[in-house]
């Protein structure tokens, strides 16, 4: 059975970082298609981005050159580290897996505010 | 960017009753297209992948259909556990990955 945990959430202020985690279990991050996606508060679901089994990585335009997506195969997790935080950032965080197949497995979420 | 765009945004259903979502595609996903429902506090599960094909464990009266831009979820004999919000997505043309807004299903 995969399983995602996401952690690294918190309360940051605007222009601050933060990096996500998400831990994989039952499934190989070096092989998988490994997403972010994003749900502000009371509002639908938004890509952030993916890193596929290549390493290839891409960005929403909305977290571009200031997100970074990367893999730790050493410790299957998939890794989210934001930069330049933004009040339109707050949301809870979603780790998923999957493409063609659509994202199959999802975290529990980690929930990020951006707020002084 | 391929701009999904889902109707009614809210689904007033009585139970036993059928419910039909429809998902429109700014462009042709060909059957590119997930179905995805969540419901209050939990992330979304996966329901439909290949515009048609049941992700494992759904049960049998959730069913997709479409293909191009026009998409349908149809839920068979609405039960109370369906009252959620469903999302479609698509992942024929990315980046982006693109989700619709949501259809909000209530019971009648």
């Known amino acids: 059975e995969v399983e995602l945990v996401e952690s690294g959430g918190g309360l940051v202020q605007p222009g601050g970082s933060l990096r996500l985690s998400c831990a994989v279990s039952?499934?190989?991050?070096?092989?998988?298609?490994m997403s972010w996606v994003r749900q502000a508060p009371g509002k639908g679901l938004e890509w952030v981005s993916i890193?596929?089994?290549?390493?290839?990585?891409y960005y929403a335009d909305s977290v571009k050159d200031r997100f970074s997506i990367f893999r730790d195969t050493s410790k299957n997790t998939v890794n989210l580290q934001m930069n330049s935080l933004r009040a339109e950032d707050t949301a809870v965080y979603y780790c998923?897996?999957?493409?063609?197949?659509?994202?199959?497995?999802w975290g529990q979420g980690a929930l990020v505010t951006v707020s002084s | 960017e391929i701009v999904m765009t889902q109707s009614p945004a809210t689904l007033s259903v009585s139970p036993g009753e059928r419910a039909t979502l429809s998902c429109w595609a700014s462009q042709s996903v060909s059957n590119n297209l997930a179905w995805y429902q969540q419901k209050p506090g939990q992330a979304p599960r996966l329901l439909i992948y290949?515009?048609?094909t049941r992700a494992t464990g759904i049960p049998a009266r959730f069913s997709g259909s479409g293909s191009g831009t026009e998409f349908t979820l149809t839920i068979n004999s609405l039960q109370s556990e369906d009252i959620a919000v469903y999302y479609c997505?698509?992942?024929?043309?990315?980046?982006?990955?693109?989700f619709g807004g949501g259809t909000k299903v209530e019971i009648k």
């Open positions: 998923a897996r999957g493409l063609i197949r659509g994202f199959d497995y």
């Open positions: 290949g515009a048609s």
């Open positions: 997505q698509q992942y024929d043309t990315w980046p982006p990955l693109t």
């Open positions: 890193v596929y089994s290549s390493g290839g990585t």
């Open positions: 039952g499934a190989t991050v070096r092989s998988d298609y």
